[in-house]
């Protein structure tokens, strides 16, 4: 349905589009009367005093000439490369610097006063006023290498001067005083010749030292340093808004950076390790001069440099703010004065800051949270993983605190406000996410103030409405407001309101879990407690899981997903607590199968059932594995108990029938039968009992049609696999009674199919089952010396040889024929080998020459049968 906006906005837009096509065709013009401008002839020469470069005009020599926009420069004649004369006059500055040094480090000795003097003031005044001669002749290039070199021997002349004039001064204040004059010196001189780069940046990079000298100088204290690099960055700062050309600008802004990062980092050092709140009166000060000095700067930056500065500033007032009552308090809980200063920076929203100021602010003190809720992690990590060490000794007693239980060594008493940390960050995130429109109407204002002041902007883009007068302060309207609502602006990419709320949501329902976690840790409560309380956290976050509202718009499916992640990382936590104690094993473990069964049942969609019903079903099996431990059994003797929750998640499997939550509770169901395998290992008889318990429980779980292609194989191999174990345990080493268990069903297996396929090929059907069986018979038999198994071996090879032949088998009759054939030369071998003996050495190379004869006279017709042999073999099954 499309959106009819009311005549006077659409009045309002249209006037907006016909501006910016008027600005559009006068950029255009002007971009014509350029291109015009330099396709004409050069003129002749141009006026007398007239100089079109000065301007920013095109040289046509016509003071009526176009103006040249930002960056148009017009084509010019050919001249020589520049390259070559920028390496000349680069050389020959670097040539003259060097010439200046040697001659201030080496002869400057050798004259006298007055020579020194007369030098100094010859050559620098000749380096000062070369460039201004350079810049009437056009020679820009010139002038800023001779500029370069008059700046290096200004430095020289201050080191002379302190070398003769005045060795005895302290060195740091003649530097300071040096650094002071120069950048005087330079920064006039810059004005004077404003086309010279160099000399502007070079007094910004000068003027950086005087106050910072000076402090060092006098011997002042940490926070006088202090205080003269944040002076210091605050003219840095002023010069980057006001400065004269972009290299001005940006020397300015990386000086100020650094300055003003070293006047925070003396604060804030000083404002932490202060005595008490009065010590920490002065860096507070400090800081809050330097907070009020990047808002300053914040308020006409661009835009990122505004956000910024926002940061920088609110880190700051939380440092100073923050830093007066955390003088007073215990280790710790100072954390919470720098946490109750950053909430309190949230206030700025109702300010007149402007936006992105503002927005640099509010990260900030997320900054300053997310700080704290790190500092918080050790221990909340301490009390989930802590209770692992209890598996080896698990039922050893109760312990006697939650502390003894976790066997942590971590400080504790350092991390006494972790919990509140987390608590109150914990009812802040869930007061928005319970009361999100009115979160929104309170950031209504930040919202405003980063929309531009007025002008046009595009559908979604902030317009300039007040706050509070009604209007939407986004051109397209409430829904194209990001964090305001979920529509235009979650198409656009722009995360939308229900995924904010969600979030907010979801972490307050994670930390305030860990707050209440941490703080048992904390407060060290009874072993009973502990385990109670987790267990208690526990179906609370099921009963959020299970019992959430509805809906997507509100976030409240996050709320529950998270809800039923941490659910089952809390029940592994208990559990594990609980081990210390018998008693609190079976009451944690049996509690948590209940309440997982329970929410189950109660529960809506597909995946939370199943995620409750899969950690009911380990709950059970970890009971069934108590049960064994009590009644004192081994471990592989307390395996057939374990498949107790086996054989029920296969009859609940039945009777859920094509319910989505069966096939994760029957995986489940297996797992639990994996662990009862791995316990029968050590006993051979145990193992096979649990192996074939297995199979009759897959047998079971095969008599489903949806089952059967799995459950089917499954059963057989678990059978087959006890079977193999239980004659191992007897020691029974002849291999058929391994390979006929195998051999039997398979070749029943095939013999059905066949049956209801007659096409099917016989190795398919039966020569796996053979193959089984034939094999290792064979192999065994070669090297049995009794006759019993090479004559039961060759009369069932030709009986399956018959076979093959009788019904057009191809599998039976060449595998039979091949073991019969291969089983009859075992047999004959001893006697072929006495006859070869006794037969003349010269009759084997006669009778094989004759067979030679013989197949050669009869070649065709020996072709002949082996074509119709190979026929006959391949119209075979």
Not at 188 to 212: I, K
Request: proline share 8%; net charge positive; glycine share 12%.
């Amino acid at each position: 349905m499309e959106h009819v906006l009311p005549p006077a906005e659409e009045l309002a837009r249209l006037d907006r589009e016909l501006a910016e096509l008027d600005a559009r065709r006068a950029q255009l013009l002007t971009r014509r009367a350029w291109l015009l401008a330099a396709l004409r002839p050069p003129a002749p020469s141009a006026a007398p005093g007239w100089n079109p470069s000065a301007w920013g005009a095109p040289g046509t020599g016509r003071p009526d000439a176009p103006a040249r926009p930002w960056g148009l420069v017009p084509p010019k004649s050919p001249s020589a490369p520049r390259g070559a004369q920028n390496v000349l006059l680069t050389l020959g500055g670097l040539l003259l610097t060097i010439a200046a040094i040697a001659f201030t480090l080496v002869s400057w000795g050798s004259m006298g006063i007055g020579g020194r003097s007369a030098v100094l003031a010859l050559v620098t005044a000749g380096a000062l006023a070369a460039p201004a001669v350079l810049l009437k002749r056009g020679l820009t290039a010139t002038a800023e290498a001779l500029t370069a070199l008059a700046l290096v021997l200004t430095l020289l002349d201050a080191y002379a001067v302190h070398a003769v004039a005045a060795p005895d001064t302290d060195g740091l204040g003649f530097t300071a005083v040096a650094a002071a004059v120069l950048a005087a010196l330079w920064t006039g001189y810059g004005l004077a010749l404003g086309r010279l780069h160099l000399p502007l940046p070079a007094a910004v990079v000068l003027g950086q030292w005087p106050l910072l000298f000076g402090a060092w100088a006098a011997g002042a204290p940490a926070s006088v340093v202090g205080w003269a690099l944040l002076a210091t960055a605050v003219l840095d700062g002023a010069i980057a808004l006001w400065g004269r050309g972009t290299g001005t600008r940006v020397t300015a802004c990386v000086g100020g950076s650094v300055m003003g990062a070293s006047a925070l980092l003396v604060g804030l050092t000083q404002s932490v390790t202060a005595s008490g709140p009065l010590g920490a009166l002065a860096p507070g000060a400090l800081l809050l001069t330097a907070a009020a000095a990047a808002l300053a700067g914040a308020w006409r930056a661009p835009r990122g440099v505004a956000r910024v500065g926002g940061v920088v500033a609110g880190l700051a007032v939380v440092a100073a703010v923050g830093g007066v009552p955390a003088a007073a308090l215990p280790e710790g809980w100072r954390v919470l004065a720098y946490i109750s200063a950053a909430l309190a920076l949230t206030a700025v929203v109702r300010t007149g800051l402007p936006g992105n100021a503002a927005l640099g602010v509010l990260v900030a003190s997320a900054a300053v949270v997310a700080g704290a809720l790190v500092g918080a992690l050790p221990g909340l990590a301490a009390v989930l993983l802590g209770p692992v060490t209890l598996l080896p000794d698990a039922w050893a007693g109760p312990e006697e605190g939650f502390r003894a239980a976790l066997g942590s060594t971590l400080p504790w008493r350092e991390l006494r406000a972790a919990p509140v940390v987390l608590a109150v960050t914990a009812a802040l995130l869930g007061s928005a996410y319970r009361w999100w429109p009115s979160w929104v109407r309170i950031a209504e204002p930040l919202i405003a103030r980063e929309a531009p002041g007025s002008g046009a902007t595009a559908a979604g883009t902030p317009a300039a409405a007040a706050p509070g007068t009604g209007a939407p302060w986004y051109a397209g309207g409430p829904a194209e407001a990001p964090w305001y609502t979920g529509g235009a602006s979650a198409a656009r990419g722009r995360p939308s309101a229900a995924a904010l709320r969600g979030a907010a949501g979801a972490a307050a329902t994670v930390l305030g879990w860990g707050a209440l976690l941490l703080a048992g840790a904390v407060l060290d409560v009874p072993y009973a407690v502990a385990v109670g309380g987790e267990t208690v956290l526990v179906a609370g976050l099921l009963a959020l899981a299970v019992h959430g509202t509805d809906g997507g718009r509100d976030g409240s499916a996050a709320v529950r997903g998270t809800a039923l992640v941490v659910a089952p990382a809390g029940a592994v936590s208990a559990g594990l607590l609980s081990l210390a104690s018998e008693r609190a094993s079976y009451a944690v473990f049996g509690a948590l199968a209940a309440l997982f069964a329970g929410a189950a049942v109660r529960a809506r969609g597909g995946v939370p059932r199943a995620v409750f019903a899969v950690a009911a079903t380990a709950g059970c099996t970890v009971l069934t594995g108590f049960a064994g431990r009590s009644l004192g059994l081994a471990p592989h003797e307390a395996a057939p108990l374990v498949l107790l929750v086996p054989a029920l998640t296969v009859l609940l499997g039945a009777g859920l029938r094509r319910d989505p939550v069966a096939p994760p509770v029957e995986l489940t169901g297996a797992l639990g039968a994996l662990v009862a395998v791995g316990l029968a290992v050590p006993d051979a008889p145990f193992l096979a009992l649990v192996l074939a318990l297995c199979g009759v429980l897959a047998a079971g779980a095969a008599v489903r049609p949806e089952r059967r292609p799995v459950a089917g194989h499954l059963a057989a191999a678990l059978f087959v696999l006890a079977t193999w174990v239980r004659l191992g345990a007897s020691e029974v080493s002849f291999p058929e009674a391994y390979t006929l268990p195998v051999t039997v069903p398979a070749l029943v297996v095939g013999f059905l199919r066949r049956r209801k396929d007659p096409e099917a090929s016989s190795w398919t059907a039966y020569g796996p089952g053979l193959a089984v069986t034939l094999l290792p018979s064979l192999a065994v038999a070669w090297t049995d010396p009794d006759w019993r198994r090479p004559l039961l071996l060759g009369v069932a090879a030709l009986v399956i040889t018959l076979l093959g032949a009788r019904h057009r088998l191809q599998a039976l009759l060449l595998l039979g024929g091949a073991v019969l054939a291969l089983d009859g030369l075992h047999e004959l071998a001893p006697y072929v080998v006495q006859v070869a003996g006794a037969l003349p050495r010269w009759l084997p190379p006669a009778l094989a020459g004759l067979l030679l004869l013989v197949v050669g006279a009869t070649y065709e017709q020996r072709l002949r049968d082996a074509r119709r042999l190979k026929d006959a073999l391949g119209r075979m099954r």
